[in-house]
Every structure is written in structure tokens, then in C-alpha cells.
Nanobody, 129 residues
């Protein structure tokens, strides 16, 4: 079972930037999808960005398009989420996740957390106005 460890969260003012990292205990190509989710208290976990390891396709939820960038290192063991122009509504716990399932890729409702069985412990991002 893969182990995922996130880092890079913190507190920033609106308009600022953060870069999250996710270190995996195995290579990404062992899984179909790698991605980032976020969650605030009382709300469902939301898929933010994902990459299909087979072809490199990327997905972003509409609210972060043009501001967030998902990427991975050449060794394919570290996943990144560069977050620019941060807004207070980006405040959440951010989780790295991976999935071996063929249907990990987003449908009409975006990423489905139920199709992603492996999760990190999360890193908090707080954006103040």
C-alpha cells in the first residue's frame, strides 16, 4: 500500500502563493491517477486537481483553473500543487490521493473521492483577506 505525505501548507494573505508537495512511497506509474482534494469542516471533500499518470492529462475544478498547477517530479515520486492568486475560499485541508482504478478520472460531477482509496494525512492551507 502506498504511503503519501503532504507538506507545504501554511497561512498566507489573499493573492499570495503556496506550493504543496506530496511524497509517495512508490512510483506514480503504479497507479492510474494522482491528485489533490480539499475539505472544510461540514463540507464534502472536493477534487481540486488530478493527473492521469498514463498520458499526463490534467484536470482542474473550475474554481482553481488558471491559478493552480499540478505537476510531478521526474522521478515520479513527488506530486506538487502550485497555488497562485490564493483566495480566502481556498482555505481548507488539502489531501494528496492516488487511485489504481480505471474510473478515477473525473465524470460530470468532477473527481469522486470514493474512487480514490489511498490518502495522505493532509496539510492545512489558510488564506486571510
Amino acid at each position: 500500500q502506498v504511503q503519501l505525505v503532504e507538506s507545504g501548507g501554511g497561512s498566507v494573505q489573499a493573492g499570495g502563493s503556496l506550493r504543496l508537495s506530496c511524497a509517495a512511497s512508490t512510483y506514480f506509474y503504479n497507479y492510474n491517477c494522482m491528485g489533490w482534494f480539499r475539505q472544510t469542516p461540514g463540507k464534502e471533500r472536493e477534487g481540486v486537481a488530478a493527473v492521469y499518470t498514463g498520458g499526463g492529462s490534467t484536470y482542474y475544478v473550475d474554481s482553481v483553473k488558471g491559478r493552480f498547477t499540478i505537476s510531478q517530479d521526474k522521478a515520479q515520486t513527488t506530486l506538487y500543487l502550485a497555488m497562485d492568486s490564493l483566495k480566502p475560499e481556498d482555505t481548507a485541508m488539502y489531501y494528496c490521493a492516488t487511485s489504481p482504478f480505471v474510473d478515477c478520472w473525473p465524470g460530470r460531477r468532477g473527481l469522486d473521492p470514493a474512487r480514490w482509496p489511498y490518502w495522505g494525512q493532509g496539510t492545512q492551507v489558510t488564506v486571510s483577506s
